[in-house]
């Protein structure tokens, strides 16, 4: 359980009794309040609730609903953890990409915030620029004063950049922690921990350096109550370095922040347009379908995203009616074959798939272009726009496309977002 902090059940589930009460008594593991004030201090969370008997006290006690999925904190039990001091480790970088001169100094920037003792520092990253392997070297210069956590909101991130990491630091050791492991594999020991950010919460004054990944959370905004009780699972002298495409206004105004505005390949973020549509569930614009069916013909897929879910089959019908040739799906989160339409989408199998917010990560599709139906909808907020324009263009070979916002009145999310795209593209940071 180094670096851990657990309930007493969890230890359970690690020790015997005996093993445990000796743990104690040589301060290997100390015990803390399980609740400090009314908040729950694994998570930080006041969604308590009250228990009219609680199976360890037997009395009327209260528990964390927020973290109720890691198992139930109680107000009469500690938390208990590790004293142990990861000592830090020699590790190598093997990168053989080859940075960008923006990238470059983005990720210098962050080693020098490091070393400088900046206790947070931002990165600003656009949708595709590269932003993982610009985090290497600041992980490098980390890992000699201890382990890393890198924590995201989503189960796919994490499992996609564990390999990914290990490939870059092959001389330790990198975990993935998600929902669904096995207790072996939870409390495994690291020096490169990839995490949810639910996961995240059962390290304690752990790390020399914790990186939270906003970008692509979208639409799974980090939850700011996790991103504080992750703050937990730094060391006292550790740093924090935040990623994010999409930095709020109090975080552009940190004097530690590293941008890059660019993408990889150097090309502009495709910039969105505006278009007036009327009523459009009533008629779609007819700028849109043959936007639609010009694409179409040269196998160029396209996403439709629409405000609701009732929306989705109102859009498929109209499309469906327009031209009977093309092949269109839907797709929401609460979709059974999301996966296999997604899957059929990226596939070229579907010329057009429409959909709510709610998209896959992994729905990054070369040569693709992105319109919006009722772009003035307050669901689209400024970020989720930017998020959807930086869906276009990220591949080097076609590195751009149209970005259509159509509306019924422009929205100040809407302004935001293409004035934040013009501003990256003329070099600037926000
Ligand atoms: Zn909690
Ligand atoms: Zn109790």
Same mark, same amino acid.
């Given at each position: 359980m180094h670096m851990r902090r657990l309930l007493v059940d969890e230890l359970r589930a690690l020790f015997s009794d005996p093993e445990i009460a000796f743990m104690i008594q040589e301060k290997w593991i100390v015990p803390t309040a399980s609740f400090h004030e009314g908040r729950c201090t694994r998570c930080n969370s006041t969604r308590t609730q009250q228990t009219p008997r609680c199976g360890r006290c037997h009395s009327p006690c209260l528990y964390c609903r927020d973290c109720l999925q890691m198992g139930r904190n109680v107000a009469c039990t500690p938390l208990y953890h590790s004293t142990y001091v990861h000592p830090g480790c020699d590790a190598t970088l093997q990168f053989h990409g080859e940075f960008s001169p923006a990238q470059n100094e983005a990720a210098q920037k962050l080693v020098s915030f490091?070393?400088?003792?900046?206790?947070?520092?931002?990165?600003?990253?656009?949708?595709?620029?590269?932003?993982?392997?610009?985090?290497?070297?600041?992980?490098?210069?980390?890992?000699?004063?201890?382990?890393?956590?890198?924590?995201?909101?989503?189960?796919?991130?994490?499992?996609? #950049? *564990?390999? %990914?990491?290990?490939? $870059?630091?092959?001389?330790? +050791?990198?975990?993935?922690?998600?929902?669904?492991? @096995?207790?072996?594999?939870?409390?495994?020991?690291?020096?490169?921990?990839?995490?949810?950010?639910?996961?995240?919460?059962?390290?304690?004054?752990?790390?020399?350096?914790?990186?939270?990944?906003?970008?692509?959370?979208?639409?799974?905004?980090?939850?700011?109550?996790?991103?504080?009780?992750?703050?937990?699972a730094r060391r006292a002298d550790g740093r924090t370095a935040l990623v994010t495409a999409t930095p709020s206004s109090g975080q552009r105004r940190t004097k530690h922040k590293a941008t890059v505005p660019r993408r990889y390949h150097g090309h502009d973020l495709p910039v969105p347009a505006f278009y007036w549509s009327g009523n459009w569930q009533k008629r779609l614009?007819?700028?849109?379908? #043959? *936007?639609? %069916?010009?694409?179409? $013909?040269?196998?160029?897929? +396209?996403?439709?995203?629409?405000?609701?879910?009732? @929306?989705?089959?109102?859009?498929?019908?109209?499309?469906?009616?327009?031209?009977?040739?093309?092949?269109?799906?839907?797709?929401?989160?609460?979709?059974?074959?999301?996966?296999?339409?997604?899957?059929?989408?990226?596939?070229?199998?579907?010329?057009?798939?429409?959909?709510?917010?709610?998209?896959?990560?992994?729905?990054?599709?070369?040569?693709?272009?992105?319109?919006?139906?009722?772009?003035?909808?307050?669901?689209?907020?400024?970020?989720?726009?930017?998020?959807?324009?930086?869906?276009?263009?990220?591949?080097?070979?076609?590195?751009?496309?149209?970005?259509?916002?159509?509306?019924?009145?422009?929205t100040a999310a809407m302004v935001e977002a293409q004035k934040d795209i013009k501003a990256l593209n003329a070099g600037g940071g926000l």
């Open positions: 490091y070393e400088e003792g900046v206790t947070e520092s931002l990165l600003h990253a656009v949708c595709g620029a590269g932003k993982t392997e610009m985090l290497f070297p600041v992980i490098e210069r980390a890992l000699r004063d201890g382990p890393v956590l890198v924590a995201t909101p989503r189960r796919d991130v994490v499992t996609e #950049l *564990a390999p %990914r990491l290990q490939d $870059a630091f092959p001389s330790v +050791t990198v975990r993935a922690f998600h929902g669904g492991l @096995d207790e072996d594999a939870r409390y495994a020991p690291c020096d490169i921990a990839v995490a949810t950010t639910h996961q995240a919460l059962r390290f304690f004054n752990a790390f020399a350096l914790v990186i939270i990944d906003e970008v692509d959370a979208f639409p799974f905004t980090v939850d700011r109550k996790l991103t504080y009780a992750v703050q937990k614009p007819i700028r849109l379908l #043959l *936007a639609i %069916r010009e694409k179409a $013909a040269k196998h160029e897929p +396209t996403f439709v995203f629409v405000p609701h879910i009732d @929306d989705l089959y109102l859009v498929e019908a109209k499309l469906r009616a327009f031209d009977a040739t093309l092949r269109v799906g839907t797709v929401h989160s609460a979709e059974p074959d999301r996966a296999d339409r997604v899957a059929a989408f990226r596939a070229g199998d579907l010329d057009v798939l429409v959909t709510t917010t709610i998209l896959e990560r992994g729905v990054t599709v070369p040569r693709a272009h992105a319109y919006v139906l009722g772009a003035d909808s307050g669901l689209f907020t400024s970020s989720a726009l930017i998020q959807i324009a930086g869906r276009v263009g990220r591949h080097v070979d076609f590195p751009t496309g149209d970005v259509h916002f159509y509306h019924h009145g422009k």
